[in-house]
C-alpha cells in the first residue's frame, strides 16, 4: 500500500491546480462575455470546463450557462462562432442572420467592438490580481512608519526581554527611525545569540537584550525546491549547519552558498501539536536564478527557504486607494519580472529550466494551498497576472494574436485573408505547443 502517500499527494495536487485554474480561466472569460455584452456582442455559451454538459440554464439574454465534465478550461462561444475559440465564423449561420443580427456577432461588430472584447480578457485577470492584492493589503494592514512590535515568532531560546508594543529604537546601537533603515542594518548585525535592542516602552526609553532582527526561522518554502523535497515548513528553524551553530538567517545563505552544491546537514527545530522536536535533515543546495534589484538575474546556490524579522510589525488601516494603487504595483512588478525572466532565457543568460509547464505550476499550486488559504489566494493573483500576459503575447490563437490582426485591419481597412488567417493560426498553434510540451519537458527533466 505504499502507492497511497504518492496517489494522495497527486490528487491534491490536481485538485489545487484545478482551482486555481479554473478561478482564473472564469474571471478570464467573465471579462470577455460582459464586455461584449456591453458592446452589442451576443453570448449564445459561457462554459466553465470542456466536453459533455452537465449542468445548464439559459439566462434572459438567451447565454446558455454551463458546467462541463473536464474542469480544465472554459470559453465564451459568441453568435455566429464556428467554434469555442471563436477562431472563424461559422458561414451557415452567418448567411442566415439579417444585417442587424449580424452587428451581435463577433464577426459582423464595429472593429472596435471585437478589440475591447478580446482585449478584455487579459485586462480582467490583471484587475483579478489587483483586487486580490489590495484585498490582502486591507486585510492585513499596512505597517506603522516608526518600528513597532506587532507579534514576536517563537524561536528555540525565546525572544528575551522584547516585548510586544516595544517601538525599536535602535539595534546594537544603530538607529532604527524606520523600516527601510532597520533592514538596512540587518547585514551590520553581529551573528551571536542575543543583541541589545533600545526600545521605548510605556513612554520610557530602555535597553532591553533581545534575539536576532533576522533569525534562521523559515518564513515559507519554493515549490520544487530542496527544502520543499526534504520537508521544511514554515516557522521551522534552524539551529545548527554541519553541526555548528546558526543565529542569523544570513549565516544560513552564507553557509549554502559557499557549499556549492555539495550536501549541507541541517538541524531543525520544530513545533507542533505535541511539543517541540528536533530533527535532522541533509540538503543538497541547486543552483537558482535569482532577480537583482537592477532588473537582471544572478545564480546562486539555494535550498529554497524564505526568511522574515522576529516580529511582524504592527499595522495600521489600510485605505482603498492606497491598497489599490499597491495592487496594482505588486502587478506590475510580477509582470515586469516575466519579461525580464523571458528575455533573459531568450539571451541565454538564466536557465530555460526556469520556463515551468503545468506540472511545474500545478505542484505551486498544492504548495501554496498547504501553506495555507492566504499563500494560496497570493498564489492565484500571481498566477492570474501570468495568465494575462501571456494570452497578450502577439501569436494567433491568443488574445494577442486576435489583436494583431485587429491592427492589421485598422490600418490597413480590411482583415488578413483566409488564407493568411488560417496559416497564422496553424503557426500560432503550433508554437503554442512547443512552448507547453518544453515547460512540460522542464517539469520533468530540470533538476
Given at each position: 500500500?505504499?502507492?497511497?502517500?504518492?496517489?494522495?499527494?497527486?490528487?491534491?495536487?490536481?485538485?489545487?491546480?484545478?482551482?486555481?485554474?479554473?478561478?482564473?480561466?472564469?474571471?478570464?472569460?467573465?471579462?470577455?462575455?460582459?464586455?461584449?455584452?456591453?458592446?452589442?456582442?451576443?453570448?449564445?455559451?459561457?462554459?466553465?470546463?470542456?466536453?459533455?454538459?452537465?449542468?445548464?440554464?439559459?439566462?434572459?439574454?438567451?447565454?446558455?450557462?454551463?458546467?462541463?465534465?473536464?474542469?480544465l478550461g472554459g470559453y465564451v462561444k459568441f453568435l455566429g462562432d464556428a467554434n469555442a475559440a471563436s477562431a472563424g465564423a461559422?458561414?451557415?449561420?452567418?448567411?442566415?442572420?439579417?444585417?442587424?443580427?449580424?452587428?451581435?456577432t463577433m464577426h459582423g461588430a464595429p472593429l472596435w467592438a471585437r478589440a475591447v472584447t478580446v482585449a478584455a480578457g487579459p485586462v480582467f485577470n490583471f484587475v483579478l490580481s489587483i483586487a486580490i492584492f489590495a484585498g490582502m493589503m486591507i486585510w492585513t494592514g499596512t505597517a506603522t512608519d516608526v518600528p513597532?512590535?506587532?507579534?514576536?515568532?517563537?524561536?528555540?531560546?525565546?525572544?528575551?526581554?522584547?516585548?510586544?508594543g516595544d517601538r525599536v529604537l535602535a539595534i546594537e546601537g544603530r538607529?532604527?527611525?524606520?523600516?527601510?533603515?532597520?533592514?538596512?542594518?540587518?547585514?551590520?548585525?553581529?551573528?551571536?545569540?542575543?543583541?541589545?535592542?533600545?526600545?521605548?516602552?510605556?513612554?520610557?526609553?530602555?535597553?532591553?537584550?533581545?534575539?536576532?532582527?533576522?533569525?534562521?526561522?523559515?518564513?515559507?518554502?519554493?515549490?520544487?525546491?530542496?527544502?520543499?523535497?526534504?520537508?521544511?515548513?514554515?516557522?521551522?528553524?534552524?539551529?545548527?549547519?554541519?553541526g555548528a551553530p546558526v543565529w542569523r538567517f544570513a549565516d544560513l545563505q552564507q553557509k549554502v552558498t559557499t557549499s556549492e552544491g555539495a550536501p549541507v546537514a541541517l538541524t531543525v527545530w520544530r513545533t507542533g501539536k505535541d511539543g517541540a522536536e528536533t530533527l535532522q535533515m541533509t540538503l543538497t543546495p541547486r543552483r537558482t536564478?535569482?532577480?537583482?534589484?537592477?532588473?537582471?538575474?544572478?545564480?546562486?546556490?539555494?535550498?529554497?527557504?524564505?526568511?522574515?524579522?522576529v516580529f511582524t510589525p504592527r499595522t495600521r488601516p489600510t485605505g482603498v486607494l492606497e491598497a489599490v494603487k499597491g495592487g496594482a504595483a505588486q502587478t506590475w512588478e510580477v509582470a515586469a519580472s516575466s519579461v525580464s525572466a523571458l528575455?533573459?532565457?531568450?539571451?541565454?543568460?538564466?536557465?530555460s529550466c526556469n520556463l515551468h509547464g503545468a506540472i511545474g505550476i500545478a505542484q505551486g499550486s498544492a504548495a501554496a494551498a498547504k501553506a495555507g488559504t492566504a499563500s494560496?489566494?497570493?498564489?492565484?493573483?500571481?498566477?492570474?497576472?501570468?495568465?494575462?500576459?501571456?494570452?497578450?503575447?502577439?501569436i494567433p490563437v491568443l488574445d494577442g494574436g486576435h489583436l494583431m490582426f485587429h491592427v492589421w485591419e485598422a490600418v490597413t481597412g480590411k482583415p488578413p485573408s483566409d488564407r493568411a488567417m488560417n496559416l497564422l493560426t496553424a503557426l500560432g498553434l503550433s508554437?503554442?505547443?512547443?512552448?507547453?510540451?518544453?515547460?512540460l519537458w522542464n517539469d520533468i527533466f530540470c533538476p
Amino acid at each position: 500500500m505504499e502507492f497511497l502517500p504518492d496517489f494522495g499527494n497527486a490528487l491534491y495536487t490536481l485538485v489545487a491546480f484545478v482551482v486555481a485554474l479554473m478561478i482564473i480561466v472564469t474571471v478570464h472569460e467573465f471579462g470577455h462575455y460582459i464586455v461584449g455584452r456591453w458592446s452589442g456582442i451576443k453570448a449564445e455559451a459561457f462554459s466553465i470546463g470542456f466536453g459533455p454538459r452537465l449542468l445548464s440554464r439559459v439566462d434572459r439574454h438567451g447565454t446558455r450557462w454551463q458546467v462541463s465534465a473536464i474542469p480544465l478550461g472554459g470559453y465564451v462561444k459568441f453568435l455566429g462562432d464556428a467554434n469555442a475559440a471563436s477562431a472563424g465564423a461559422d458561414e451557415g449561420a452567418m448567411a442566415e442572420l439579417s444585417p442587424e443580427e449580424k452587428r451581435h456577432t463577433m464577426h459582423g461588430a464595429p472593429l472596435w467592438a471585437r478589440a475591447v472584447t478580446v482585449a478584455a480578457g487579459p485586462v480582467f485577470n490583471f484587475v483579478l490580481s489587483i483586487a486580490i492584492f489590495a484585498g490582502m493589503m486591507i486585510w492585513t494592514g499596512t505597517a506603522t512608519d516608526v518600528p513597532t512590535v506587532g507579534q514576536l515568532a517563537v524561536l528555540p531560546g525565546g525572544t528575551g526581554d522584547l516585548r510586544v508594543g516595544d517601538r525599536v529604537l535602535a539595534i546594537e546601537g544603530r538607529d532604527t527611525p524606520d523600516y527601510t533603515t532597520l533592514s538596512a542594518v540587518t547585514d551590520e548585525l553581529p551573528s551571536q545569540p542575543a543583541l541589545t535592542w533600545r526600545v521605548e516602552r510605556d513612554g520610557q526609553v530602555a535597553e532591553v537584550s533581545g534575539p536576532q532582527l533576522f533569525p534562521p526561522r523559515l518564513s515559507g518554502v519554493v515549490p520544487s525546491s530542496a527544502a520543499y523535497a526534504a520537508g521544511l515548513a514554515a516557522g521551522d528553524v534552524i539551529t545548527a549547519i554541519d553541526g555548528a551553530p546558526v543565529w542569523r538567517f544570513a549565516d544560513l545563505q552564507q553557509k549554502v552558498t559557499t557549499s556549492e552544491g555539495a550536501p549541507v546537514a541541517l538541524t531543525v527545530w520544530r513545533t507542533g501539536k505535541d511539543g517541540a522536536e528536533t530533527l535532522q535533515m541533509t540538503l543538497t543546495p541547486r543552483r537558482t536564478d535569482v532577480p537583482t534589484a537592477a532588473g537582471g538575474f544572478e545564480t546562486r546556490w539555494m535550498i529554497g527557504a524564505t526568511g522574515e524579522p522576529v516580529f511582524t510589525p504592527r499595522t495600521r488601516p489600510t485605505g482603498v486607494l492606497e491598497a489599490v494603487k499597491g495592487g496594482a504595483a505588486q502587478t506590475w512588478e510580477v509582470a515586469a519580472s516575466s519579461v525580464s525572466a523571458l528575455k533573459h532565457m531568450i539571451l541565454g543568460q538564466i536557465s530555460s529550466c526556469n520556463l515551468h509547464g503545468a506540472i511545474g505550476i500545478a505542484q505551486g499550486s498544492a504548495a501554496a494551498a498547504k501553506a495555507g488559504t492566504a499563500s494560496f489566494i497570493w498564489f492565484v493573483a500571481v498566477l492570474s497576472t501570468a495568465v494575462g500576459f501571456l494570452n497578450l503575447f502577439p501569436i494567433p490563437v491568443l488574445d494577442g494574436g486576435h489583436l494583431m490582426f485587429h491592427v492589421w485591419e485598422a490600418v490597413t481597412g480590411k482583415p488578413p485573408s483566409d488564407r493568411a488567417m488560417n496559416l497564422l493560426t496553424a503557426l500560432g498553434l503550433s508554437l503554442v505547443l512547443t512552448m507547453m510540451l518544453f515547460g512540460l519537458w522542464n517539469d520533468i527533466f530540470c533538476p
